[in-house]
């Protein structure tokens, strides 16, 4: 079926390199040695573990919870022994580390008892919750869990589901082979997408260089009775972005203020919804992914990876040849070389590149920017890349977030063309990712503010409390001596004034027994002290900390020693609010 | 009679513009001064008291009447910087060591629950009670170090925020120069 096509600006065509690995079949990798799982695979919360080290685990079993809704939990992509859950590096282009959990397989892959998701008698937000827990985020690189994107919007009709399957990326291949071997069931789970979401149509785009995966597609579409259409879009980097695609295939335009579910649309990679399928159908969470191995190596081919094989590891099935010198995660365009050959494929891993100086020479060093404007016409999003770097470079941030460097997908366009070799795309990282850090420091700070403010604020008001109740135990105390006065006075007097007199004044103002009545009050005052004190004190013994009694031996002679070592210091029953000697001496 | 007019014509636009600029000073009237407000945006709200004010804003209030700018170590050199562009005066050096961001981290088997801290922490950021074991809340911890002289037993440390994946910036890209080939004399 014909379809009118829109077209988005720039792009570029970079040599596709993708012939070498769509030779061969799909291939299971063997279980590698040692699994090193990160707990932080997805976009949002960091998974809380939930094993140990020496815990014994099946292949499928949660490893990492998921907090909050925008996360997704992890689990064990084969059956072994959990070795340590600690901090290993990560494939990220700072080489930090993060949390990860080691497992050392046994051998078996044994699965944890695991069933289909009756999905049809589920409401759609159990489906939801399943996905999450199941660990369905979309593998075009991006990460997003996909439960989060399956919620339609209230207030806009969903019209167009877009499936993504454009792979634009030089050297990828895993998704065209995904679709070619295993087309049904991605077409499957994209009728799981449809069903939840509810779209008027749904558009299945595939670039015009994969015509055997488009065929596959479209006959698993027909097989299954789908409405399904199978669009093949013009091969240009980068056809693949989300943003790109729904263009080509709608005609929408997504700002970067907006989700696309605010314009009807909404947009999954085809392997999501494999994985999505094998959830749903079989039970199985996402506990490996295929892996295209490509660049400077024998022989380059797609393999079904277990999440957490290491890199290194991975790569010797293709067999590097000997001058290899790094690993990129990605394609040429937006990979990145990984810190360490030991790092672990993740959810996000869709190809690895043997990377030598032949394939990838070094880039000339860099000329100054001429204002050619190649870098604007390439641009996929008519950004204008010379002024946001020129602003970057100078680290003016305001003005790129004028230029609208948030706009910018990094998708590398504008490096490719520049006739100066600029590392545009880096700029506009290093801008990004000042302003963000620029961010949260002013929202700390605010936090700090409005905190500080409020204890500024109790604290006044505390006293003022304090002040007023104070008032308030004088005033009373004052009436109280005068009216024992007064009938102290009344009793022992028999002068009709003194009764007479208003009560407040009644003491000072008799002539006919002061001493006497200034005697009772001051007996009065000195009874009600000690009374205090005698309160005060049976409120501090009952107030006594219980925690010490239920302690161990050892724990209770500690504290002993520690209550002696404070006599010896004179730090016991200090007075309420003051602080103890020592501090103050320390202070200095 | 012309330099009558004259002088009747001036005094009446004296007296209109007079009545107009009055008018607009009381409608247009803007409360407080803005000019500690930007200052005060700029300092990093710490509350820490190394300036020699008890808190951000009397430090604002200080520089806006001509105190010195460069005493505020957790803004560090940029914060100087930031208050030299605003207010329009000459960066200088920093009065103290620049520290990295940092957080107090209570040793909690040391904690003797005296809450002494919890009274000093300007933004409570410390949670206890009398003769409880006390702990920080690290997110709202600014690293003031207010808490670590009240501390009894000196159970309080305080830790640089080191460089994780959350908080990992990108680097500014650097030219590289290479050293050019030697060319040989022919």
């Known amino acids: 079926m014909l379809m009118n096509l829109f077209k988005f600006k720039g792009g570029v065509k970079p040599p596709t390199n993708k012939t070498q690995s769509v030779t061969l079949p799909i291939a299971q990798a063997p279980l590698p040695s040692r699994l090193v799982v990160p707990l932080h695979q997805s976009i949002g919360g960091v998974p809380q573990p939930v094993v140990q080290a020496g815990d014994k685990v099946l292949k499928g079993q949660l490893i990492g919870e998921a907090d909050g809704w925008i996360s997704a939990a992890v689990h064990a992509p084969t059956s072994g022994t959990v070795l340590e859950v600690a901090m290993h590096v990560q494939p990220h282009p700072s080489g930090l580390d993060a949390m990860c959990v080691v497992i050392e397989p046994d051998g078996k892959d044994e699965w944890i008892a695991h069933q289909p998701f009756d999905y049809a008698n589920a409401a ?19 990460v997003f869990p996909t439960h989060g994107k399956l919620t339609p919007s209230k207030t806009v009709p969903m019209e167009e589901l877009v499936i993504n399957g454009a792979e634009c990326e030089p050297f990828i ?43 596959a597609m479209r006959a698993a579409v027909d097989a299954l009775g789908e409405a399904f259409l199978v669009v093949p879009v013009p091969t240009l980097y980068p056809a693949g972005g989300a943003k790109q695609l729904i263009r080509v295939l709608t005609g929408k335009e997504v700002p970067a203020s907006k989700r696309s579910t605010d314009l009807g649309v909404q947009c999954f990679n085809v392997a999501t919804a494999y994985t999505a399928w094998r959830a749903i159908a079989h039970g199985e969470p996402v506990v490996s992914r295929l892996v295209t191995l490509s660049g400077n190596v024998h022989a380059p081919r797609n393999y079904e990876v277990l999440i957490g094989t290491p890199m290194g590891e991975l790569l010797q099935l293709a067999q590097p040849h000997p001058d290899t010198d790094g690993i990129v995660m990605g394609g040429p365009m937006m990979g990145f070389l990984v810190p360490d050959a030991k790092v672990p494929v993740v959810k996000a891993t869709n190809c690895l590149i043997a990377h030598s100086d032949r394939i990838f020479p070094p880039k000339a060093p860099e000329m100054p920017c001429i204002r050619c404007g190649a870098c604007a016409q390439a641009c996929p999003h008519e950004l204008q890349p010379f002024e946001m770097y020129w602003f970057s470079r100078a680290k003016n941030f305001g003005k790129t977030q004028e230029y609208h460097i948030f706009d910018c997908i990094e998708c590398g366009c504008c490096s490719f063309v520049c006739p100066s070799r600029i590392p545009l795309v880096q700029y506009f990282r290093f801008a990004k990712s000042e302003i963000w ?56 007097s028999t002068a009709p004034a003194a009764a007479a007199a208003p009560a407040g004044e009644a003491a000072p103002s008799t002539d006919a027994a002061p001493a006497v009545a200034v005697d009772a009050a001051q007996e009065a005052k000195k009874a009600a002290i000690a009374a205090a004190m005698a309160r005060a004190k049976a409120q501090r013994e009952a107030a006594q900390p219980k925690n010490t009694e239920v302690l161990s031996s050892a724990a209770q002679h500690d504290v002993a020693d520690i209550e002696a070592r404070r006599a010896a210091a004179h730090l016991t029953d200090p007075e309420p609010g003051t602080p103890p000697a020592p501090a103050s001496e320390k202070a200095e | 009679m012309d330099i009558l007019l004259a002088i009747a014509i001036m005094a009446l636009g004296a007296v209109v513009l007079g009545a107009l600029l009055g008018f607009a000073s009381i409608k247009f009237k803007v409360e407080g001064d803005p000019l500690i407000e930007k200052i005060e945006a700029i300092l990093p709200q710490t509350q820490c008291g190394q300036c020699g004010y008890p808190g951000c804003k009397p430090y604002a209030e200080a520089i806006a009447n001509g105190d010195e700018i460069n005493k505020c170590p957790p803004g560090g050199t940029e914060g100087v910087q930031r208050l030299a562009d605003l207010l329009g005066r000459e960066v200088k050096p920093l009065d103290a060591e620049e520290k990295p961001k ?49 501390c009894p037993v000196e159970c309080i440390r305080i830790e640089p925020i080191g460089e994780n994946i959350d908080n990992w910036k990108w680097k500014y890209p650097v030219v590289e120069i290479k050293a050019a080939a030697t060319q040989k004399a022919a």
């Open chain 1, 437 to 492: 850090a620029r961010e949260r420091e002013k929202k700390a700070a605010d936090t700090a503010k409005e905190r500080f403010e409020f204890k500024q604020l109790r604290e006044e008001r505390e006293k003022a409390e304090k002040a007023e109740k104070l008032a308030k135990a004088a005033a009373a105390q004052a009436a109280k001596k005068a009216a024992e006065a007064a009938a102290a006075a009344a009793a022992e």
């Open chain 2, 102 to 150: 940092s957080v107090a981290i209570i040793d909690e088997n040391t904690c003797i629950g005296c809450t002494l801290c919890i009274q000093a922490c300007p933004v409570d950021a410390i949670v206890g009670a009398a003769k409880q074991m006390h702990t920080i809340i690290a997110p709202l911890c600014t690293g003031c170090e207010l808490c670590l002289p009240p």
């Open chain 1, 173 to 215: 291949t895993c998704d065209d082979l995904l679709m070619r071997e295993r087309a049904e069931e991605v077409v499957r789970g994209i009728g799981i997408f449809r069903d939840l979401l509810q779209p008027k149509k749904v558009l299945i785009g595939i670039e015009d260089n994969k015509p055997e995966a488009a065929a």
């Open chain 1, 124 to 142: 759609p937000e159990a489906v939801r919750e399943y996905l999450q827990q199941s660990g369905v985020v979309g593998l075009g690189g991006a």
